[in-house]
Nanobody
């Protein structure tokens, strides 16, 4: 079993930045693919970014088109933590952001690809 705890959400003005963190316990995340998803009111949970495990200590990042160039996913395996750096935030980025972990290296952009989920952290962007 893996527990994921997100932090770093908050209220920010359009154009601002936030960094979300997701810390896992008790298992190490080295061989997990890790993803970020978000869910706005009245909408389905959608893909934001993933750092996909390729074997050994190799990972590849993928992004939703809507955040490409603005958001960056990274991980610190020594801290069992994955991050989502969000820059140039816009009101349409407002959502609850969820961290997810997958035991399969091929985890992609579907919620079905992930085995564990955090409780979510609210991000609100005002203009």
């Amino acid at each position: 079993q893996v527990q994921l705890v997100e932090s770093g959400g908050g209220l920010v003005q359009a154009g601002g930045s936030l960094r979300l963190s997701c810390t896992a316990s008790p298992r190490a995340l080295n061989s997990f693919s890790m993803g970020w998803f978000r869910q706005a009111p009245g909408k389905e949970r959608g893909f934001v970014a993933t750092t996909r495990w390729r074997g050994e200590n190799s990972y590849t990042g993928y992004y939703a088109d809507s955040v490409k160039g603005r958001f960056t996913i990274s991980r610190d395996n020594a801290k069992n933590t994955v991050y989502l750096q969000m820059n140039s935030l816009q009101p349409e980025d407002t959502a609850v952001y969820y961290c997810a972990a997958s035991m399969t290296g091929g985890a992609g952009m579907s919620t079905l690809d992930y085995d564990y989920w955090g409780q979510g952290t609210q991000v609100t962007v005002f203009s």
